[in-house]
């Protein structure tokens, strides 16, 4: 299983998930500029949390014109994976590889701190190492991450099983006080119609390691391994 | 030429600055019943001078850049 880990400007979780991919769980990782446009030949691209282009006009609205997007569009409709955490997922929702956007978090803060995640669709290739129902204790680390759709786009979502994740509390109830940020329908985390393509605010990379509270977050960077193999 | 162009939340999506903005004016006493959030630009572009073309181009700019179509709406205010 090859990865490769994207650097726009102002990206800051780029060496922490190129680490726990590589030393953490041993796979082979590569690092790639936002101004290269060839993947060589990895199977996954990550596009990492921080703050591209210094999210100025909108989370995401600049870095969709970096040349790597294209090649990252190419490679998902070659089927291949393609994950964004954090602002990794506002850029892939700005390039409509992903529904919905992200707005300013409901109580105007930014929120840093571990959530539980609810898995709710575990037969998706970011998902299958949980359980059904299974809660994730995954830090979140964000000011715009209150996802928004239109009613409609949202019923599709919810039809076609897109939504992954869900805020929930620590048994797995998703109910208004375990949402951060004001999610539509306390999303967290969706796929694409075709299931190849992930984003999620929640920070796996910040949850591989026992040293860091949780490895819950391996759950979903085994998934994404085991699948391929 | 110089075009200025409008940026304003669609109706419905929740505006989470203007509101605080709307509750401070409020503390100060000054009533305000609704208060939305947008953004401002004042765009030139080089070499043109026809005010069709530069609508054209600044149309163009607003609706794959500027704005985002899920949440948000465009207006052109004055091309001059």
């Known amino acids: 299983m090859k990865f490769g880990v994207v650097i726009f400007p102002g990206s800051n979780c780029d060496h922490d998930t190129h680490h726990v991919l590589k030393s953490v769980l041993g796979q082979e990782t590569v690092f790639f500029w936002h101004q290269d446009t060839d993947l060589q030949d990895v199977d996954t691209v990550i596009l990492p949390g921080g703050f591209a282009y210094g999210d100025y006009l909108r989370c995401g609205a600049i870095a969709k014109f970096s040349p790597i997007l294209e090649s990252v569009r190419q490679h998902a409709q070659e089927g291949k994976l393609v994950v964004g955490i954090c602002n990794g997922f506002q850029i892939l929702q700005e390039a409509g590889l992903l529904p919905g956007v992200m707005l300013r978090n409901a109580g105007l803060k930014f929120v840093c701190r571990h959530v539980w995640l609810r898995t709710e669709n575990n037969q998706t290739p970011f998902t299958n190492a949980c359980q059904e129902g299974q809660v994730l204790k995954i830090p979140i680390a964000h000011n715009e991450g209150n996802f928004f759709i239109s009613k409609q786009e949202l019923a599709e979502l919810q039809a076609n099983q897109q939504i992954i994740f869900r805020y929930s509390d620590a048994q797995g109830d998703v109910i208004p006080e375990a949402n951060p940020n004001g999610s539509m329908d306390s999303i967290a985390g969706v796929v694409n119609r075709q299931g190849n393509v992930m984003g999620m605010m929640p920070h796996p990379e910040r949850a591989s390691e026992a040293l860091l509270s949780s490895e819950d977050g391996r759950f979903i960077f085994n998934s994404i391994i085991n699948r391929v193999h | ?80």
């Open chain 2, 1 to 80: 030429m110089k075009a200025k162009v409008i940026v304003r939340l669609k109706d419905g999506v929740l505006d989470p600055q203007g509101q605080t903005i709307q509750r401070s004016l409020n503390k100060m006493g000054h009533e305000v019943t609704e208060l939305r959030q947008g953004k401002y630009f004042e765009i030139e572009i080089n070499g043109m001078k026809d005010e069709s073309a530069v609508r054209q181009r600044v149309e163009q700019i607003a609706a794959d850049v500027l704005c985002n179509p899920i949440i948000e709406t465009f207006e052109i205010e004055d091309i001059a």
